[in-house]
């Protein structure tokens, strides 16, 4: 079965470090979304993108974060200047089509500590 | 702003019980719902998408009420490997992005 994968799978950065976790979505998949979960919270929507460019995003998307699709293949998140408040599971995932979401597939995650 | 709310856990229930979960959701313009299972430190999980008439998948039931804004999961005959977090998602508009519950923390005991 098809998965996304995300890398790395743990990282631990000093706090005011640019991190990049980085996302392979599934090949045909035209949607991208970045979602993050601070340990014991809920699972928020950071980001969405669709036909390279941004499509919508979280008041928690703000300018220490970015993303991109370098290279037809990965889906990155580069966050800036890391603040301790950054540490948390960082989601990756991908859809096919506008419909919804039985095609929507999510990373394992990368664990970010910020120290 | 857009939220889910769920049941607070933790739910400790025997294993063949039945365990029912309830979640209330503020955005009425959400035409998606799910549940989600989420085990612990791993990637949410789609269990099963929620249609107004209602839908079954074996031991899992899943009810909407689009009127009270409502959307419940009943699991029959609870097995140990239904321990998980059960979470509670509408979407939350046309670019496909997922509003969240906290979840409701399931552990069947033998």
């Known amino acids: 079965e098809p998965e996304v994968t995300q890398t790395p799978s743990h990282q631990v950065t000093q706090m005011g470090q640019e991190v990049i976790l980085r996302c392979v979505p599934i090949s045909n998949h035209l949607y991208f979304y970045w979602y993050r979960q601070i340990l014991g919270q809920k699972v928020e929507f950071l980001v969405s993108?669709?036909?390279?460019?941004?499509?919508?995003k979280s008041e928690i998307f703000d300018d220490q974060f970015s993303v991109e699709r370098p290279d037809g293949s990965n889906f990155t998140l580069k966050i800036r200047s890391t603040k301790l408040e950054d540490s948390a599971m960082y989601f990756c995932a991908s859809r096919f089509d506008s419909g919804f979401v039985n095609g929507y597939t999510f990373g394992s995650g990368t664990r970010l500590t910020v120290v | 702003r857009k939220e889910v709310e769920q049941d607070p856990g933790p739910f400790n229930v025997p294993e063949g019980a039945t365990v029912a979960f309830n979640c209330t959701y503020s955005n009425s313009a959400s035409q998606s719902f799910f549940w989600y299972r989420q085990d612990c430190r791993k990637e949410p999980k789609l269990l099963m998408s929620?249609?107004?008439s209602g839908n079954e998948d074996g031991r899992f039931t899943a009810q909407l009420n689009r009127a009270s804004q409502y959307i419940s999961l009943l699991i029959r005959d609870s097995k140990l490997s239904d321990s998980a977090t059960y979470l509670c998602?509408?979407?939350?508009?046309?670019?496909?992005?997922?509003?969240f519950g906290k979840g409701t923390k399931l552990s069947v005991k033998p």
């Open positions: 993108f669709y036909n390279n460019e941004i499509s919508e």
């Open positions: 998602v509408v979407d939350g508009g046309s670019q496909g992005n997922l509003i």
């Open positions: 929620v249609y107004s």
